[in-house]
């Protein structure tokens, strides 16, 4: 069965480093997104992305992060400049077109900032 | 604004009685509800969904949820758990009048069942 999978599982960085963490969704998928969990909280949305365009963003998703599908199979998550509160594990999802609802995650990214 | 509550933190059943993992939803429109399974080191995985029509949906590895409008319930349920099944759910909903896919996720239960 495929899967989405995620790079690296656990990433270490310093304060103000830029990170970015990777995702392969599923082929066929279209609709991409990232979710983040901050330990011991709820999952929370990040932004959504379909044909090469943010489709949403939450309030948390500001001008320190980006997302870029730079080829046919990758979806990058990039924070520039990290700040100890976006310790956290990130989750990548991709769904078809049409059911955007049933979402497939990969295992996440572990990202401590220190 | 849409909202979900998973009011336990974490539920504990001996094996081979029914389990039920409680959601309570606010949303503004017609809402979308989902139940999500983690295992440890794994990523979310998709159980159910109800978009419109019967209140009951089944959905893998045996598990049900009810959807309650007036209660705005979404409580997940199996007539009889599984050792296997001990894993953390989530229930999440979406804004049906939405395209984007963004969910909305409760904090997690934890369930946990004993031979």
């Known amino acids: 069965e495929p899967e989405v999978t995620q790079t690296p599982s656990h990433q270490v960085t310093q304060m103000g480093q830029e990170v970015i963490l990777r995702c392969v969704p599923i082929?066929?998928?279209?609709?991409f997104y990232w979710y983040r969990q901050i330990l011991g909280q709820k999952v929370e949305f990040l932004v959504s992305?379909?044909?090469?365009?943010?489709?949403?963003k939450s309030e948390i998703f500001d001008d320190q992060f980006s997302v870029e599908r730079p080829d046919g199979s990758n979806f990058t998550l990039k924070i520039r400049s990290t700040k100890l509160e976006d310790s956290a594990m990130y989750f990548c999802?991709?769904?078809?077109?049409?059911?955007?609802?049933?979402?497939?995650f990969g295992p996440g990214t572990r990202l401590t900032v220190l | 604004a849409q909202s979900v509550a998973q009011p336990e933190d974490q539920v504990n059943v001996a094996e081979g009685n029914p389990l039920t993992v409680k959601c309570t939803y606010s949303v503004s429109g017609n809402p979308y509800l989902f139940w999500y399974v983690q295992y440890p080191n794994r990523g979310l995985q998709f159980l159910l969904k109800y978009i419109t029509g019967d209140n009951l949906v089944k959905g893998s590895y045996g598990f049900e949820a009810e959807f309650n409008k007036s209660q705005t319930s979404f409580h997940l349920k199996k007539p009889s758990a599984l050792v296997s099944d001990s894993a953390l759910y989530f229930c999440a909903v979406s804004d049906g009048s939405s395209n984007t896919g963004k969910l909305i996720f409760g904090q997690g239960t934890t369930l946990q069942v004993k031979p």
């Open positions: 992305f379909y044909n090469n365009e943010i489709s949403e």
């Open positions: 999802a991709s769904s078809v077109a049409g059911d955007t609802d049933t979402q497939y």
């Open positions: 082929s066929n998928h279209l609709y």
